[in-house]
């Protein structure tokens, strides 16, 4: 039905601010109209789309009055990316931006949602101070970074979902247009050694890192996320493992995800230093 839509929207320029402004206007699928809108730049480039942009965004606008600022987050989010994306045409790159982006809502957000914010972060203190009472010296040791992690946490999920509504774009656009186009592209998704090295290290000296950096880490582990789900892709691919095995990742991911998570970025890591899948695909040959 969504490529349906998509298609549709494709047809000329109105029939893109309808599906964008009617897919942004409903609750819960902001992250459609998103997806549509930059499939209309990836198509045309932001010139010609920046009517349907304008246009299509305006109920993102009024939720944001309403003090929803999530829609028009992700679908600007979403349309900046298309734009990296169309005039780099490299997705490694446009990764990487997103990180970039994530950071900057990460410090956007206290002002754009100061009061939820805050209620969620005195709600989270509450609960951790009740399971730790029993370890004070812990508790005391991670307070200062409730709150910035808790940020972070919203701030990836949010990037997480401008990177998905551009990687949906982008499926449709090969779908319509380039058969065969996306999956070339996402399954040799490969991330710089330098960047994959210096998350990881991050990571893993996590603890002693200020709480404002300790908040930012959520957000850039996201590429690493990416680039390990598109080995997954291109080793079902290789081994010819069928669909099924892919529904049963996801499956995983929904059911264990921190664990899927810390697989995902080992591997992720590990295919940029020694590019697995190059030597997965010569031992195939």
């Not at 900057?104 to 203190?125: D, H």
């Not at 300790?214 to 290789?238: D, R, T, W």
Request: proline fraction near 5%; aromatic fraction near 10%; glycine fraction near 8%.
């Amino acid at each position: 039905m969504f490529k349906a839509l998509a298609k549709w929207s494709m047809d000329k320029p109105l029939n893109a601010i309808i599906a964008i402004a009617g897919s942004l206007l409903v609750p819960f699928l902001f992250w459609l109209g998103a997806a549509l809108m930059a499939l209309s730049i990836l198509r045309h480039g932001a010139k010609e789309a920046a009517n349907v942009v304008l246009w299509g965004s305006l109920p993102a606008f009024a939720w944001l009055a309403m003090g929803d600022s999530t829609p028009l987050i992700t679908a600007l989010g979403a349309s900046t990316l298309a734009i990296i994306l169309r005039s780099s045409i490299d997705l490694r790159l446009t990764l990487l931006s997103a990180s970039g982006m994530g950071v900057l809502i990460y410090f956007a957000l206290p002002l754009l949602m100061p009061e939820v914010l805050a209620e969620v972060q005195k709600q989270s203190e509450v609960m951790l101070a009740e399971a730790l009472k029993d370890n004070l010296e812990l508790w005391h040791s991670i307070q200062p970074k409730v709150g910035p992690l808790m940020i972070g946490a919203l701030a990836a999920v949010q990037t997480m979902v401008m990177v998905l509504c551009l990687l949906l774009a982008r499926w449709w656009q090969a779908a319509f247009y380039n058969p065969g186009g996306y999956s070339e592209e996402f399954h040799s998704l490969r991330l710089p050694v330098g960047y994959a090295v210096s998350v990881v290290l991050l990571l893993v000296f996590g603890s002693n890192l200020p709480p404002l950096i300790s908040g930012i880490l959520p957000i850039l582990i996201i590429p690493l996320v990416v680039a390990g789900a598109s080995f997954v892709h291109k080793l079902v691919e290789m081994k010819n493992l069928g669909g099924q095995w892919l529904v049963a990742f996801y499956i995983s991911v929904f059911l264990f995800g921190p664990y899927l998570f810390t697989l995902l970025i080992f591997v992720s890591l590990i295919d940029s230093l020694i590019d697995i899948r190059g030597r997965l695909k010569d031992t195939v040959d």
